[in-house]
């Protein structure tokens, strides 16, 4: 059915509206209008996913400045219902069109294209690194055959370098048009580059500059270290949808927050180590890497950062430091790789004595830091580098398998959290 809401034609894909969602959509129109924000709330059931992507889209597609709907789900089932239900209110628009015999309306509701993102765990077709059960590995081996580095060294030395062919084949094709115009829901993503040998993981990352709508998790919005790799080329004046926006507080919270245990701090441990070992093999290999290092760490962190590739992401998401903290040099005491491995040797070992306790500790940040002086002598601001020096080292040293090091990451989260 198509009805008015003041200038602006809605097309819904029913032949009966409730007079909640009438209402929904009135002041979900009143709230675009004047580029505000608004809470609304309808029971379950009364069709509150449709009501919101009709008066939405309609939206877009009559004024001639489009903006981008990034609309955030919880779960992935959520995620999949959502893009379902759109490609069914865009099919019922293109219909509507064309029994109105408006061509060019026709061609504009066939152009309008939407994805959904989800982890590459849910997407990965490699037929070995899809086999993984934990999210963690199946992240960590596929940047070990997707990062610049791997790619340059397999160019060398393919039998020993494993590179994905999903992935290759992405980079042959322009960007922009790596799938077909119009709603694919996961499924069809996966289906698609089944068909076509291309990843559905990066094709959906690498099209979303381009694509009019967007439904992924709350993470990939709210979390500031997933967020800064993944919505970092949104457009600020997008319109941003929050579906059970109830749970915003938990995403936040869960967010900016570390569990440590006492087997975590143990395997943090065995990786220090490791990282000491690798540092000693490249000294003798190629010393001029750890001293190229040096060299940018001093001009501060923005200049390391400029020159990684925009394409590889980071083996661990980073809690965002501050514009001015960016611009400063790197504390001289973490500078170098070998006092910095030492460093974070000391602050393990810190660690693992405040787990030795028979009762339960509360205490601000404050509190923390100063018993962590007074006791080791580490101070609060190479703290607050701890995840930024410690990426910058395992872009060094080019490090495979990842995963094994995901306790020692989130060891440099903590230290950077508590610090900033």
Request: glycine share 4%; charged share 30%.
């Amino acid at each position: 059915m198509k009805f008015y809401i003041d200038e602006l034609p809605i097309i819904f894909p029913y032949d009966r509206i409730y007079p909640e969602q009438y209402s929904y959509m009135c002041d979900l129109k009143r709230t675009l209008d004047a580029s505000g924000h608004c809470v609304l709330e309808m029971p379950s059931g009364t069709g509150k996913t449709v009501s919101l992507l009709a008066l939405i889209i309609s939206y877009q597609q009559f004024h001639p400045t489009k903006r981008k709907l990034i609309y955030c789900s919880r779960t992935v089932p959520e995620i999949e219902k959502a893009l379902s239900e759109l490609k069914r209110l865009m099919a019922y628009r293109i219909k509507a069109a064309e029994q109105d015999g408006d061509r060019e309306q026709k061609l504009k509701e066939q152009a309008y294209t939407g994805l959904g993102l989800t982890s590459r765990k849910n997407l990965c077709l490699h037929p070995e690194v899809s086999k993984e059960k934990k999210g963690r590995v199946v992240d960590a081996r596929c940047r070990d055959m997707t990062n610049t580095a791997a790619i340059e060294r397999a160019k060398v030395d393919p039998e020993n370098n494993p590179v994905c062919s999903f992935h290759d084949e992405l980079g042959l094709l322009e960007p922009g048009n790596l799938i077909p115009q119009g709603i694919h829901t996961l499924a069809d993503v996966i289906e698609y580059g089944r068909q076509k040998g291309l990843c559905p993981y990066f094709t959906v990352r690498r099209m979303m500059p381009f694509v009019d709508i967007i439904i992924y998790s709350f993470h990939y919005l709210l979390d500031p270290k997933v967020a800064e790799q993944v919505s970092k080329e949104m457009s600020k004046d997008a319109i941003v949808v929050f579906d059970e926006a109830h749970n915003i507080d938990n995403v936040c919270i869960e967010s900016l927050s570390i569990d440590l245990t006492r087997p975590m701090l143990d395997s943090a441990a065995r990786s220090v180590t490791k990282l000491g070992d690798e540092i000693e093999e490249i000294k003798v290999k190629d010393a001029s890497k750890l001293q190229d290092e040096y060299a940018k760490l001093v001009e501060g962190l923005q200049e390391a950062e400029d020159n990684v590739p925009a394409e590889d992401d980071p083996f661990m998401p980073t809690p965002v430091l501050p514009d001015d903290l960016l611009k400063e040099a790197i504390p001289g005491n973490i500078r170098k790789a070998e006092h910095f491995v030492a460093f974070l040797k000391r602050f393990v070992e810190y660690l693992k004595t405040r787990m030795r306790v028979l009762h339960v500790v509360a205490e601000t940040p404050l509190s923390f830091l100063q018993h962590l002086k007074d006791i080791t002598y580490i101070e609060r601001r190479p703290l607050r580098f701890c995840t930024e020096r410690l990426q910058s080292l395992v872009r060094t040293l080019e490090l495979n398998r990842l995963d094994e090091y995901a306790a020692l990451q989130k060891v440099a989260a903590f230290a950077t959290l508590v610090a900033t």
